[in-house]
């Protein structure tokens, strides 16, 4: 019923981009906040990315800031991570993350895997 489906994950050289995306179902995606994580082989979940349910503040771990840009579309029932200037260490599984601040649910799609290297 609900489902986070991510997309737009790959293998990028350094320097490049890609834009992530999450395509929501099954509740209602304007009710919830919506969130970035990631997580690289050996190391701790990391949030990288947060956005409120109207799109009106954004909230980026230091080490992704001036590079990254979360958007959403509550028409679309959609998140973005636009990602730019891809260094090696951004290399992890991306992880789409809905949050009730009402409710405390939470929701999370599979991860797409994301690939920095030259």
């Known amino acids: 019923q609900v489902q986070l489906v991510e997309s737009g994950g790959g293998l990028v050289q350094p320097g490049g981009s890609l834009r992530l995306s999450c395509v929501a179902s099954?509740?209602?995606?304007?009710?919830?906040?919506m969130n970035w994580y990631r997580q690289a082989p050996g190391k701790e979940r990391e949030l990288v990315a947060a956005?409120?349910?109207?799109?009106?503040?954004?909230n980026y771990a230091d080490s992704v800031k001036g590079r990254f840009t979360i958007s959403r579309d509550n028409v679309k029932n959609t998140v973005y991570l636009q990602m730019n200037s891809l260094k090696p260490e951004d290399t992890a599984v991306y992880y789409c993350?809905?949050?009730?601040?009402?409710?405390?649910?939470?929701?999370w799609g599979q991860g797409t895997q994301v690939t920095v290297s030259s």
């Open positions: 099954g509740f209602t995606f304007s009710s919830y906040a």
């Open positions: 993350n809905a949050f009730s601040v009402l409710t405390s649910l939470n929701y």
């Open positions: 956005i409120t349910r109207t799109g009106g503040s954004t």
